[in-house]
């Protein structure tokens, strides 16, 4: 049976590690909001915690942000408890994306949580550069990743720029994810079902809030 963590995500709470999750923000706060309490709650439970960034918030930002909001940052970073890396770093080589390649990255971060002695490997990456040409790769990476991370100690969240990405491109992330988590107006939906730790996906909830985000969409490009 799967360890449970606390993902520190309001509306998730407590999952099993192997937990694949996307979180869907307008704003560069919005996205904040959520990883600094996601990566509170790893660091706390001595998960090895890795945050791969974008041009949103690049290295420095994070770098800064995380060691005013998280308390003994700059510590875990002493002791390689959480990195940080840029998407080109991480993702690609040569400006080349290899889903083999990735998911061997994550594996070989998993032997790492296992002969360190951690509790679980904990991710969160800003994915919001996948769109162009890298698109139908990705939606290929994201549907075969989740199965990677059901074998692993490791949760993962995923993260999209409202702004950035098409309502089709949202919706094949919300269906590609067990839990999804909506930002918008201000306000904050999970469209998702967590009892005890267990998610369960909720197809018509997603469409449903996908049909709004895609209105909104709409109405940003006619004003």
């Not at 998280?70 to 040569?94: C, S, T």
């Not at 075969?144 to 990405?165: D, F, R, W």
Request: negative net charge; hydrophobic residues 40%; aromatic residues 10%.
């Amino acid at each position: 049976m799967s360890k449970l963590t606390n993902s520190g995500i309001d509306g998730i709470g407590v999952v099993p590690l192997g937990t694949h999750c996307c979180n869907i923000f307008d704003t560069k706060e919005q996205l904040l909001d959520t990883l600094i309490p996601y990566f509170i709650e790893g660091l706390n439970n001595n998960e090895l915690c890795i945050w791969i960034s974008s041009d949103l918030i690049d290295r420095a930002y994070a770098q800064t942000v995380f060691s005013e909001r998280i308390p003994g940052f700059d510590a875990f970073v002493k002791d390689y408890r959480i990195e940080i890396w840029h998407y080109q770093d991480w993702y690609l080589e040569n400006g080349v994306f290899s889903k083999e390649r990735v998911m061997n990255k994550w594996a070989g971060k998993c032997q790492e949580v296992d002969i360190k002695k951690f509790n679980g490997l904990r991710v969160a990456a800003d994915n919001s550069w996948t769109t162009g040409p890298y698109w139908d790769q990705w939606v290929s990476y994201e549907a075969e990743v989740g199965k990677t991370i059901a074998q692993y100690p490791m949760l993962a969240l995923c993260n999209y720029h409202l702004a950035s990405q098409k309502p089709d491109q949202l919706i094949d992330m919300m269906l590609t994810h067990q839990a999804a988590v909506l930002h918008k107006d201000s306000r904050v939906k999970v469209v998702a079902d967590s009892p005890h730790g267990r998610l369960v996906r909720n197809l018509e909830e997603k469409i449903s809030a996908l049909e709004q985000l895609n209105k909104s969409y709409l109405s940003r490009m006619r004003s």
